[in-house]
């Protein structure tokens, strides 16, 4: 069995960090492509060199010829442009639905098989448009940014709960912007739900308050801290827990932006929702009972993606 190949279109700093990642667990050879002539291949020849050391073997391939990706199992798409501070992910969407037409034909062309995972903001109206322009089956083509949302989350609830973050797990749904959902019945220590913890004394509902804002603009908070761009190591690592789960037909359950067809009330969308990923892709959406507040929260994200998409077709008629 020959090693599986995963493409990263864009090659910037999520791009980089998701090659480094991808080689460091030797899932397969790696190909960077970017526009941007030299870099990719800097990057390639920088992380094989690196291979020696840490002892991976990992084919490594800098490109700006969408030739190079064929035959990719995997595609993560993070081309474009991140977020300046005062941005919010919605002030990206002109620029990267270009970007997005461009990586969606050279997919179509090149890499039709694989398994495509979007990170490029603003997340929901993205993932929408590659697949139009892969014209991929729905199944192979997710976003990410729950598993990141709910990863953020798990940090701050263990920070406050004082316990380790493998005992922590979260539910972030809905769009991945402002109106994002933590739902904190679904979020628990060990199986412990939030609230529960919260009648133990553990917390308060004005601190867990606090850490559901803070989560929601947890992107913008380091685009604040950074200066000059987004976040990249959380973001990068949730792709590849995605990515792994599909390499290896896990089917773990995770919040993804995947494309619904009626579920939760949602039709030809993508927006964040729990999911299990195997080795046919989205297998199955998970369709959990939300309670009033966290529905209308939902529905607000649901309406703020519809918002965007409208803005897609106005911006490039042949998705209309
Ligand atoms: N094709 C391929 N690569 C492109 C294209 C294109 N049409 N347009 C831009 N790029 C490349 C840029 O040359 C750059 O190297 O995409 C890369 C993006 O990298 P960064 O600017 O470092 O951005 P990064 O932090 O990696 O974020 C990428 O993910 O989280 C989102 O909001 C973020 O949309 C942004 C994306």
Redesign the pocket.
Known sequence: MGRKKIAL???????GTLAHLAAMKEMGDIVL????EG?PKGKALDLAQAGPVEGYDAGLKGTSDYADIAGADVVIV??????KPGMS?DD?LGI?LK?MK??GEGIKANAPDAFVIC???PLDAMVWALREFSGLPHNKVVGMAGVLDSARFRHFLAEEFNVSVEDVTAFVLGGHGDTMVPVIEYSTVAGIPVPDLIKMGWSTQERIDAIVARTRSGGGEIVQLLGN??A?YA?ATSAIAMAESYLKDKKRLLPCAAHLTGQYGVDDLYVGVPVVIGANGVERVVEIALNEGAKANFDKSVHAVQELLVACKGLEPSLA
Do not use: E, H, K, Q
């Open positions: 279109v864009g090659a910037g700093m999520i791009g492509f970017d526009i941007a870099m993070t081309a474009g442009v991140p977020r992910r990206l990267n970007v461009a990586v990170i490029t903001n761009g987004s990249y973001p």
